[in-house]
């Protein structure tokens, strides 16, 4: 096998899926060796910031990859996104929408093949600025979105679409909509939302298909928005999602936008692609910044 010459290093948490770290770093370890002419592998330990590493060895390999789930991507995102580094994902962790969106496989060999051959895109990335401050590179859940996000951490003796289906139907008993100045690039409005998502990627939550129009290149985000409904009637829509809106929920809109503006009379819970941003967030600036990261995907 004929090795590339582009350096790699391969960011694993060992925490992610249900895998013994041991024998992933050990396949890991070989197959970077196989592929590459220089590549690290290193287990992330839990005191190390992953975005601040990420960036520091973005500095001396051309490619870095995410080895684990959603959460392991939003972190090295945030490493990589002011920098010149491509960024490769493992999928190796129980949630892996984001290596869905760039055709990325389960399979550990079938993802080495694309780590190694496949095309390397310029995607855009989601920035927020405000009460908090990051990057997302598949959805910006925020109230009932960000909230259950925050339940189904809780549900740890289950994986899948499930633990975020619990996650929000408790969400949706505890949180009943807000007020929302929304300003986005079409229009102004302030009404009571109960659902707001910046999506970059079409999926969250393993199987929820919010935003089947979204594509990571466009340079637009699809902002999607349910204003307050019933209890009930938010557990009728959930399994739907599944498949996608329907055109029959009048609550629900999606629109295009570059920049997005949330300004919130009370306190929201957030997530960035499945990682807790925050519980008590009422004012947030939101950007598409279009090419933002060089990512190797499986297209």
Same mark, same amino acid.
Request: proline share 3%; aromatic share 10%.
């Given at each position: ?9 391969? @960011? ?16 890991? $370890? $070989? ?5 590459? +002419? ?6 992330? $330990? =839990?005191? $190390? ?12 390999? +051309?490619?870095?990859?995410? %080895? ?5 991507? &939003?972190?090295?995102?945030? #490493? !990589? ?13 129980? #949630? ?5 969106? *760039? ?10 093949? *694309? ?9 855009? !990335? ?17 109230? !009932? +979105?960000?909230?259950? &996000? ?48 910046? %999506? ?29 409904? =019933?209890? @009930? ?18 609550? @629900?809109?999606?629109? !295009? ?22 519980? &008590?967030?009422?004012? @947030?600036?939101?950007?598409?910044? =279009? ?9």
């Amino acid at each position: 096998m004929k090795k590339s010459r582009s350096s790699i290093c391969f @960011l694993i948490n060992p925490a992610a899926g249900r895998k013994d770290p041991e024998i992933l770093t050990g396949l890991i $370890q $070989q197959e970077a060796e196989a592929r590459w +002419d220089s590549s690290e592998v290193i287990i992330i $330990q =839990p005191s $190390q910031s992953v975005a601040e590493l990420a960036k520091l060895k973005a500095e001396k390999f +051309d490619i870095v990859v995410a %080895c684990g789930g959603d959460g392991t991507v &939003n972190s090295v995102v945030n #490493g !990589l996104a002011e920098t010149e580094a491509t960024m490769g994902v493992l999928p190796i962790g129980t #949630g892996n929408d984001f290596a869905k969106a *760039i055709h990325v496989k389960r399979s550990l060999t079938k993802s080495f093949e *694309i780590l190694e051959k496949g095309k390397v895109e310029a995607v855009d !990335l989601i920035h927020y600025s405000g009460d908090r401050e990051g990057w997302s590179a598949n959805t910006l859940g925020i109230g !009932l +979105d960000g909230l259950a &996000n925050f339940y189904s951490r809780s549900y740890k003796w289950l994986t899948g679409p499930i633990v975020y289906m619990l996650g929000a139907i408790k969400a949706a008993w505890v949180f009943r909509g807000c007020d929302i100045r929304l300003k986005t690039d079409d229009k102004e409005t302030t009404e009571k939302f109960l659902m707001l998502t910046v %999506c970059n990627g079409k999926w969250e939550g393993g199987k929820f298909y919010l935003a089947p129009e979204a594509i990571l290149t466009d340079g637009f985000a699809n902002f999607v928005t349910i204003k307050k409904i =019933p209890f @009930l009637k938010i557990l009728f829509y959930l399994p739907f999602f599944r498949w996608g809106p329907r055109k029959w929920m009048k609550e @629900l809109n999606t629109e !295009l936008s570059r920049h997005i503006e949330i300004k919130s009379s009370c306190e929201l819970s957030v997530h960035a692609d499945g990682e807790h941003v925050g519980s &008590n967030i009422k004012n @947030l600036m939101i950007k598409i910044e =279009p090419g933002k990261l060089r990512v190797i995907t499986g297209y």
